[in-house]
């Protein structure tokens, strides 16, 4: 199985900050990496997928960036809305591997 | 609207069994890969399961196969999971999720979630 790790598992950032969070896969997943936004008691919601194409209706300071093994997700200017925790996750084979998750917290 | 409505969560006995059901609308359900996902409490995401768009093809992660059976109805635009044998730590969430090939296997539409609970 591929295994997905994100980096780090937590951060403090404050409003219009720019926020990076990295994901590396145990083996080259070419550029089958999507990006998940989760709020608590909330469905996951499609971010980014095939690397850094951005979802219908996700704002544009959402990007994506990376190839191979070493992926990342930015927030350009993060806004209120953006607390929450962001996964990662695989579709280049199955079983489909996520991330531990990345909590984005208020500073 | 596209979207995706799981039942049939509830609290089982270890040991016991249920069935949880996905059902579509807003889309034509026949095309589409789909998948189960489920979230223990405080936990993150865990894919558990996926069928192709006929039906043909299933596979699951290990720590529920042969235990859990997924399937769909096309006709009925509604996606199953059958649970057996059921242990304390399949306790989750269960979120049902579209596959879609254009989106490079992006799960782009989620349901809300149904939780189960496996205690005595």
Redesign the interface.
Known sequence: DIQMTQSPSSLSASIGDRVTITCRASQSIR??L?W?Q?KPG?????LI??VS?L?SGVPSRFSGSGSGTDFTLTISSLQPEDFATY?C?Q?YN????????TKVEIK | EVQLAESGGGLVQPGGSLRLSCAASGFTFSSYWMHWVRQAPGKGLVWVSRINSDGSSTSYADSVKGRFTISRDNAKNTLYLQMNSLRADDTAVYFCARDTVTLSDAFDIWGQGTMVTVSS
């Open positions: 550029s089958f999507n998940y989760q909330k469905a996951p919601k499609l997928y095939a194409s979802q996964y996750k579709s199955t079983p489909r591997t996520f991330g531990q998750g």
